[in-house]
């Protein structure tokens, strides 16, 4: 009798990896940056509804751009997995920078106004110029791509995860600068809050390391 073997399909590409690459893109995504501070600001002067449209730009350039370099560095890693971990420690640092500038950073009440909120195609745009946004693609493609025949698919998650993040993420600080303006002079307030999104940061490079 012939035995039939079932190869495992996708085997790295498990609930806890995912459970781990969506921790990563919400951490990633909800830590302070050009885009968190510019929809604060237009939650502030604007309110929700109209900051909206600003919104979905981000999560459309953003994704886009993840997609982007998944195309651009799949190719490259296939060849050279050594890349990847040089992204791994270039990301780390950065990670550490961030967290950093996050808990030493003080309340910043001044924030600049606009005429009016940016509209879709300005907010996406704005990615493919956005250093905090590039370095988020290149650090997640280069940490959660599996080596091999995974590379696309694991890519694609990468792009996937952030894609399901990035809305929900972006509407919480617009809804944070449309809710709470009383307590922005708060320092007290802010210097928790830092020290919160300070903290996540840093414990990004825990899962950089260990995917």
Same mark, same amino acid.
């Given at each position: 009798?012939?035995? &039939?073997?079932?190869?495992?399909i996708?085997?790295?590409?498990?609930?806890t990896?995912?459970?781990?690459?969506?921790t990563?893109?919400?951490? #990633?995504t909800?830590? @302070? !940056? @050009?885009?968190n501070l510019?929809?604060? $600001?237009s939650g502030l002067?604007?309110?929700y509804?109209?900051?909206? *449209?600003h919104?979905?730009?981000i $999560?459309?350039?953003?994704?886009s751009l +993840?997609? &982007?370099?998944?195309? !651009?560095? !799949?190719?490259v =890693?296939l060849? =050279?997995?050594?890349?990847?971990?040089?992204?791994?420690?270039?990301g780390s640092a950065?990670l550490?920078?961030?967290a950093?500038?996050?808990?030493t950073?003080?309340?910043?009440s001044?924030l600049e106004?606009?005429s009016?909120?940016?509209n879709?195609y300005q907010?996406?745009?704005?990615?493919?110029?956005? @250093?905090?946004a590039?370095? #988020?693609?290149?650090?997640?493609?280069s940490?959660f791509?599996? @080596?091999?025949e995974q590379?696309?698919q694991?890519? =694609? #998650?990468v792009?996937?995860?952030? !894609?399901? %993040?990035s %809305? *929900? +993420? +972006?509407?919480?600080?617009? #809804?944070?600068?449309?809710?709470i303006?009383?307590?922005?002079?708060n320092?007290?307030?802010f210097? %928790? =809050?830092?020290?919160?999104?300070g903290?996540?940061t840093?414990?990004?490079?825990?899962?950089?390391?260990?995917g």
């Amino acid at each position: 009798m012939n035995e &039939v073997i079932l190869a495992p399909i996708h085997s790295g590409l498990t609930l806890t990896y995912f459970l781990s690459l969506l921790t990563f893109a919400i951490s #990633m995504t909800i830590t @302070p !940056g @050009p885009n968190n501070l510019m929809v604060t $600001a237009s939650g502030l002067n604007f309110g929700y509804r109209k900051t909206l *449209p600003h919104i979905l730009g981000i $999560a459309i350039g953003f994704t886009s751009l +993840c997609a &982007v370099v998944a195309l !651009g560095l !799949g190719a490259v =890693f296939l060849q =050279f997995s050594i890349l990847q971990q040089v992204l791994k420690i270039v990301g780390s640092a950065y990670l550490l920078y961030l967290a950093y500038k996050i808990v030493t950073s003080k309340n910043n009440s001044e924030l600049e106004q606009n005429s009016k909120p940016l509209n879709v195609y300005q907010a996406a745009l704005f990615q493919y110029v956005n @250093p905090k946004a590039w370095t #988020m693609a290149i650090t997640g493609i280069s940490a959660f791509s599996l @080596p091999g025949e995974q590379v696309i698919q694991s890519s =694609f #998650m990468v792009v996937l995860a952030f !894609g399901l %993040v990035s %809305v *929900p +993420c +972006c509407s919480l600080w617009a #809804m944070v600068g449309a809710k709470i303006r009383d307590y922005l002079a708060n320092e007290k307030v802010f210097k %928790v =809050f830092n020290w919160t999104l300070g903290l996540l940061t840093a414990a990004c490079i825990v899962i950089i390391i260990s995917g």
